[in-house]
């Protein structure tokens, strides 16, 4: 039995972390079903993974054609699924009628979610960081100064997960993999004409890293960041960030910016290297488990909201902390 479905988040054949975060958050709500679309013999690579971490049935939504278009064939899966999973009114309990759907947060999760909210005519909480089994989430809003609880109504609540807002916890389980079959997208499906991968960095995924050191508009240039935010980045090994002021005046490439209109990050660490602190760039990093922030203004917003701040000059500060961690190594 399936009591919750979470779309499998994967690249390059292997499992995301966030797919652990997100059978972890769903296993509220019972046995885990993961959904995994993609090309024939995607779930077969990844039923391990998914098993060890916790997932009771693997649904294995593949065909040829799923990784030719956005969004369509996951919506397609997942709302087919939720609606195929009821279970009759009449044999049935009325909490028993609940098929929860859980993706992970960010622009594909977000616009996956609202589709299969309309489909199955239930509500859709965004964003959130904590998901209960009465439906309830909570979510962090307004950078943060807000924390609000909300419940979706409907058969299937839709919750979108806030990536590293949860610890994965591991819970092996059978993994038993379910054949399913995704119908042909329409003619108003929105198809990949051509797709180059992504150059691989060296460095951590921004919304998968545990660590990541993001500078501001203080870093003063692009030298600054390959100077300074890169290789503290790399002594601890984080991903590098940056807040919207230094991405607008070219420090850094706009992929990495950290913030309301960027993106949403929840690592263990967050360092701010001349970052003022704006309620948009908070938006994107106030659930950061722990932020420290170097800043030469004592009066810098971020510093409210910091667990430990150094208020110097970020071009002698890091290159220092560099140095120590480098030695500790
Ligand atoms: C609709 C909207 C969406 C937005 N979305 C985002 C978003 O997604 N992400 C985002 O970041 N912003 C966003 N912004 C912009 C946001 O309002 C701020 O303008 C931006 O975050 C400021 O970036 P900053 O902190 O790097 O720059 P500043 O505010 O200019 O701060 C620079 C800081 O560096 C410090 N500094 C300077 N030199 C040094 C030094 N040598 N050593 C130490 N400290 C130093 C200064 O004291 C200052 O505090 C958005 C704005 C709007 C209106």
Redesign the pocket.
Same mark, same amino acid.
């Given at each position: 039995m399936t009591n919750v479905l979470v779309l499998v988040e994967y690249s390059e054949g292997e499992l995301k972390n966030s797919t652990r975060e997100l059978i972890t958050a769903a296993r509220v709500f019972g046995d885990v079903g993961a959904v995994v679309v993609g090309a024939p013999g995607t779930s077969e690579k990844l039923q391990p993974a998914l098993a060890a971490a916790g997932a009771e049935t693997v649904y294995a939504a593949e065909a040829d054609f799923a990784a030719e278009y956005v969004v369509t064939p996951q919506v397609d899966a997942l709302a087919g699924l939720a609606a195929a999973l009821q279970v009759p009114v009449v044999v049935a309990a009325a909490a028993a009628l609940q098929v929860p759907v859980v993706v992970a947060a960010g622009a594909n999760g977000n616009e996956v979610a609202g589709r299969v909210g309309a489909r199955v005519a239930s509500g859709v909480l965004y964003d959130v960081i904590d998901i209960r089994a009465d439906r309830t989430a909570t979510g962090s809003i307004f950078g943060g100064d807000y924390i609000v609880e909300s419940t979706a109504g409907g058969t299937s609540p839709v919750f979108t997960l806030r990536p590293g807002a949860v610890d994965p916890a591991d819970q092996a389980a059978a993994g038993t993999v379910q054949a399913v079959e995704l119908p042909a997208p329409g003619p108003t499906a929105v198809k990949i004409t051509s797709f180059a991968p992504a150059e691989k960095a060296d460095r951590p995924e921004l919304t998968e890293a545990k660590i990541v050191v993001s500078g501001?508009?203080?870093v003063?240039g692009a030298e600054g960041f390959h100077d300074v935010v890169e290789p503290l980045a790399d002594v601890l090994g984080a991903a590098v960030g940056a @807040?919207? #002021?230094?991405v607008d005046a070219d420090y850094y490439p706009g992929k990495f910016?950290?913030?309301?209109?960027?993106k949403t990050v929840s690592p263990n660490l967050y360092i701010a290297?001349?970052? @003022?602190? #704006?309620?948009?760039?908070k938006?994107?990093m106030q659930t950061s488990k722990t932020i420290v922030a170097?800043?030469?203004?004592e009066e810098?917003g971020i510093f409210e909201i910091a667990d430990f701040g150094v208020v110097?000059?970020?071009?002698k500060v890091a290159p220092q902390a560099t140095e120590e961690l480098a030695k500790r190594k």
């Open positions: 501001g508009r203080g003063a @807040s919207r #002021a230094a910016q950290v913030g309301q209109t960027g290297l001349g970052i @003022s602190g #704006a309620i948009q760039h938006a994107g170097v800043n030469k203004d810098a110097g000059d970020l071009f």
